[in-house]
């Protein structure tokens, strides 16, 4: 079987603060507390079920001059392991193989933001 | 994610604008600005522009990576200034907003001539979405045209409608003279359609007015000019279309998914796209002939979940723009979850889908504009019961019969084996819909100033995500008859106690008007409640949940710890652990120890992505996702074990483990590499008893643990060690070696497989057949693990495959078979490695004395020796065999037989066959005889040739 892989960016914790708007009221936030579940539980883990089948894309691209790479944009999130940062939308690596035919050669990869 | 752009120029850089640009009412999700690579996607980095929310385009100069431009639609559901065309010169570093028209009015659409790259085009959009109506086009949208690299601008209407919605625009690469518009316009008067220029933009003429190109205009406008012939254009709707004489004719794209929202044209190659639609994204290397596939792409949208009880249990829920789904949680006979373990269900792609748990023959599943069907899984056949059958769509919400949610709800009670649809009112059936009854007056607020047309000003939009006042949730008291809650989509809050007779307004006082997601009723105290609400709709993301203890009379707001921008759509309790609760917002996942009073983060490596739904099932939590599928969260014991103050060496109570076939990429321990997912598959749940243990925060590498299992009656069954074993030996066709017991401080996990000692090998003979050791029985087992002096133990249950039906004697005779052939198997091996070491031994002690006529007679009671030891070897194992197919070429020997005669019994249907214990017997009476011959060897014959090298005063040391 051919394995694709999901990249992950090794954990640092990074909490990022999202929207910072004046108008909004300061949002409560316990990074300390945080950190301390996200460490105390760490080797548990979240099963990916799919199905993989695909949902909506509205941005796709390729690359000039490379015929075999291509993005996706998606609306779901990257999979970061013990990650924090609080980004939407997920993109995907497309890769086709160069040896194998049209049909079945995509490899994705979960590239992390 | 909005739009993607990869430099012609440097290939490395990559920008990307966050948030949908196809902005739904549902399913859309906000962005958080721009993002760069520099390395091709390895690493990023936020550029800003947070507050654009959805951004719609990003145009690179052709051959400098630090000239940028962001096309930013703008937040969807209010005003914002953070909208319109924004510059970079140094690579998003500072941004400068180069063309803003007002706040409400974002640039959908931004084109650059490619030869020239100071010439652009922009779309403006005048637009937002009110929970009850989308506002597609006005005042602010306009076409604006720049020759300066956006310093300034001129609009270019000259031959456009006055009347303008959302616009699409694209500059042709070979001939950028010719533009095409693609214009949204009073859909009455049938003023919308494609444009095109032919001089830059400075005149327009309609070259077609096909509704395919402009229906559904706030979801769709896009087009593309073909960058290689400039009477190719592409544009994309439900449809995608594609047109060779210049805008004329048009034809389908088919072959991929419907609702097209991007494409991307090769500059150099126009066979060569890639294509964005509400099924993923697909490349085609022939102008749209065949397209790769998009079953490969984990990242639906799912709106609510649901679980039967079965084992394994199922998952169930609809998915944006295509069927709903019903997925087996783990493959029981499998490695992953694949498309074997699942298939469509009940209703369409907005369902609820319901049914008795227990026995989920029939699913009742609905869609939008209140559709309802009953599925009966066992013919596959369905059957359409909504209460009044009336086609809804483009009707104003106020002339409705019954007003539905986009995802209406529809529940089941068992008290009643009933089933409950909400529209405006709460409807019921118990004759699986041959016939309902209201059984509620109008829970909504039935705001009729808010039940109007849902699209304007130009293009109605019908098709259900409108539909104002009504029941967004319904709760069945999963303990109380008659107990049921509603919650509406415009924020009010029904309890009823009598099953309908009677009806409260329990909304919490002061309660905005906002979304009433979901609720949740305690599983500890039937009092106590939960809803989740949010105000996205009205461009408010302040998470909001509220707790009752007294069935609605008062609320507290819980929402602590959860930051702003996360706003809530699921809250859940622990059905064990009290106080323990679950939360699914925007932007992750968050826990709470203390009923609600703090929250905090919980994401481990769940992917960033919206959290619909989630529902707790045989101790897991299932997780639906608006964009990246289910996922499960399989171990909730370990949180509900969780102490903050109990310190040192903990065992954590493992979880029953059911013995059934299949592996999994988490069985065993986890290292980072194990979280790689295969490309087109779920990943199993673990096949063993998963076990957490915590170390003290002193322990040090090297530190040895060990964790034992026993039986009920204190027998050994299993023991590792986190130190390796030395002298274990690796080879082709040998044995795989246990797995070291992680030793981090804090919490470790580990995977028991549920089986015996893997038996020994017989380095380096090849053995087609696993030397695992055999399952253990269904029932008691302790575990016990050991760290310096510390020592703690659980209990815990192998359980049956419940659809297995056996005796427990079937399984002792299971169990004490494959004892005896893994006793035979390890008494070959041993003795056959131990003989291995003594010809070894021998054959060197020849090598040094050969030739030497003192050392004759020794010499050649040696080689005698060692000749009947091969002989005696060669029956029993086939060292010929060196490879997986050279068991087809050499023949298999004794030790191969009962491997092969352990793989046929080592089942999870225990009973032992007539042919296995038969051969078993022939297998025991064929070593006997080998073994009385080793025994020979090992207390006679090598004895005898030690005493012959004793008399000729060879020594253990001997000098060549």
């Not at chain 2, 085009?121 to 690299?149: C, E, F, N």
């Not at chain 2, 859940?572 to 652990?577: F, G, H, S």
């Not at chain 2, 030891?869 to 020997?893: C, G, H, P, T």
């Not at chain 2, 249907?909 to 009385?932: E, F, H, M, N």
């Amino acid at each position: 079987m051919k394995k694709s892989l999901f990249v992950f960016l090794l954990p640092d914790y990074i909490l990022i603060q999202r929207h910072e708007e004046k108008s909004q009221p300061a949002a409560a936030w316990h990074p300390i507390k945080q950190l301390a579940l996200m460490t105390i539980f760490g080797p548990l883990v979240w099963r990916s079920i799919g199905p993989y089948r695909g949902g909506r894309s509205v941005a796709a691209v390729g690359v000039m001059g490379d015929s075999l790479t291509y993005y996706m944009g998606n609306t779901g999130g990257e999979s970061g392991k013990r990650k924090m940062r609080v980004c939407h939308g997920g993109i995907f690596l497309m890769a086709i193989s160069k040896q194998v035919l049209w049909e079945q050669s995509l490899s994705l990869t979960v590239i992390p933001m | 994610m909005g739009a993607i752009a990869v430099s012609d120029s440097d290939p490395n850089v990559i920008y990307v604008g966050m948030g949908e640009h196809a902005v739904r009412g549902v399913s859309t999700s906000y962005g958080d600005g721009v993002y760069k690579s520099t390395d091709a996607g390895k690493t990023w980095k936020n550029m800003g522009l947070e507050l654009t929310r959805h951004i719609s385009d990003i145009r690179i100069h052709p051959n400098n990576p630090d000239i940028v431009y962001v096309a930013a639609q703008g937040a969807l559901h209010g005003a914002a200034p953070e909208r319109g065309v924004f510059k970079s010169v140094d690579g998003g570093i500072n941004w400068k907003k180069i063309l803003y028209v007002d706040e409400n009015t974002g640039c959908s659409d931004l084109s650059m001539d490619m030869t020239n790259p100071r010439v652009l085009y922009a779309a403006m959009w005048d637009h937002r979405r009110l929970p009850w109506q989308v506002i597609s086009g006005g005042k602010g949208s306009g076409l604006y045209k720049s020759t300066d690299s956006g310093e300034t601008w001129n609009k270019i209407q000259e031959g456009l409608p006055k009347e303008l919605g959302k616009m699409g625009v694209s500059v042709s690469r070979s001939n950028p003279d010719k533009v095409y518009a693609l214009v949204e316009s009073d859909t009455q008067k049938e003023q919308g359609g494609l444009f095109v220029s032919n001089n830059g933009g400075k005149n327009w003429s309609r070259i077609s007015k096909d509704h395919r190109l402009v229906q559904r205009a706030w979801y769709y406008i896009e087009v593309i000019a073909d960058p290689q012939n400039e009477n190719i254009v592409y544009v994309l709707n439900s449809p995608g279309l594609m047109s060779i004489d210049g805008g004329k004719t048009w034809s389908n794209l088919s072959g991929t998914h419907g609702d097209y929202h991007d494409l991307w044209i090769n500059p150099n190659n126009n066979q060569n796209m890639i294509i964005s639609n509400d099924g993923g994204a697909a490349i085609t290397v022939n102008q749209g002939g065949t397209w790769s596939t998009q079953a490969n792409m984990p990242t639906a949208q799912f709106y609510r979940v649901n679980t039967d009880n079965l084992f394994p249990y199922n998952i169930y829920a609809g998915q944006q723009d295509n069927s709903s789904v019903k997925i087996q949680s783990r493959n029981v006979g499998g490695y992953a979850i694949d498309e074997h373990n699942w298939q469509s269900s009940a209703g369409g792609e907005s369902a609820f889908l319901a049914f008795d748990p227990e026995n989920p023959r029939y699913v009742m599943g609905g869609s939008y504009q209140g559709t309802v069907e009953v599925l009966d899984t066992q013919t596959g056949e369905g059957k359409g019961v909504m209460i009044a059958p009336i086609q809804y769509q483009a009707l104003q919400p106020k002339d409705m019969k019954y007003r539905f949610n986009w995802n209406a709800p529809v529940v089941w009670s068992k008290f009643e084996n009933a089933f409950y649809h909400g529209g405006n009112h709460l409807l019921k059936t118990k004759d699986m819909g041959r016939s309902w009854e209201e059984i509620s007056p109008d829970l909504t607020r039935n705001d009729e100033s808010k039940l109007g047309v849902s699209g304007v000003p130009y293009t109605n939009e019908g098709a259900g995500g409108e539909n104002y006042g009504t029941l967004a949730y319904v709760k069945i008291h999963p303990n109380e008859k008659g107990v049921i809650w509603t919650g509406s989509d415009d924020g009010l809050v029904y309890l009823t106690r009598d099953e309908g007779k009677t009806w409260t307004n329990v909304t919490p006082a002061g309660l905005k008007e906002c979304l009433i997601n979901s609720i949740e009723v305690s599983p500890h105290d039937n009092a106590t409640a939960y809803i989740a609400t949010t105000r996205y709709k009205f461009n408010d993301f302040t998470p909001a949940i509220y707790k009752t203890t007294d069935y609605g009379k008062s609320w507290t707001n819980i929402s602590n710890g959860i930051p702003y921008g996360a706003y809530t759509r699921v809250v859940r309790e622990d059905d064990v652990r009290k106080d323990l609760l679950y939360a699914g917002t925007e932007t992750g996942f968050y826990i709470s120890y203390d009923g609600g009073k703090n929250w905090s983060a919980l994401q481990l490596n769940l992917p960033v992505v919206a959290i619909t739904d989630m529902m707790i099932r045989q101790g897991d939590l299932v997780a639906s996702t608006q964009g990246r599928a289910f996922w499960i969260l399989d171990d909730l014991g370990l949180l509900r074990q969780y102490n903050p103050s109990h310190t040192g060496l903990q065992l954590f109570q493992p979880d029953d483990a059911v013995r059934v076939s299949g592996r999994s990429a988490f069985d065993g321990v986890l290292d980072d590499d194990d979280m790689e997912q295969s490309a087109a598959s779920g990943t199993n749940a673990p096949t063993g008893v998963v076990m957490y243990y915590s170390l003290p925060d002193d322990v040090k590498e090297g530190d040895k643990i060990t964790l034992t299992i026993t039986d009920a009656n204190g027998n050994e069954v299993r023991s590792y060690s986190s130190e390796k074993n030395k002298d274990f030996v690796s080879y082709p066709g040998g044995p795989r070696a246990d797995a070291s017991l992680p030793t981090k401080a804090g919490m470790n996990r580990f995977v028991w497989d549920m089986r015996y000692p893997t038996v020994l090998g017989a380095p380096k003979v090849f053995i087609e057949g696993s030397y695992s050791g055999h399952k253990a029985s269904p029932g008691k087992y302790q575990a016990t693990i050991k760290s310096g002096n510390q020592e703690r133990t659980v209990s815990f249950n192998i359980l049956p495959h419940p659809g297995i039906t056996a005796t427990d004697a079937e399984y002792q005779d299971q169990h004490l078979t494959m004892l005896a052939i893994e006793k035979g198997l390890n008494e070959i091996h041993g003795s056959v490695n131990k003989m291995a070491s003594a010809r070894e031994q021998i054959n060197g002690l020849i090598k040094i004395l050969e030739g030497k006529s003192s050392s004759k007679e020794v010499v050649e009671a040696g080689k005698a020796l060692v000749k009947k030891m091969e002989d005696w070897d060669a029956k029993l194992v086939q060292r010929k065999a060196e490879s997986n197919d050279d068991i087809i070429n050499f023949v298999n020997m004794l030790s191969a037989d009962y491997i092969f005669l352990k793989g046929e019994l080592d089942t999870n249907i225990p009973y032992v066959t007539q042919g296995v214990k038969d051969q078993l017997k022939a297998l025991d009476a064929r070593w006997q005889p080998l073994k009385s011959q080793y025994e020979s060897f090992v207390e006679k014959e090598i004895p005898s040739f030690n005493s012959q090298c004793q008399s000729s005063n060879i020594g253990k040391v001997t000098i060549p």
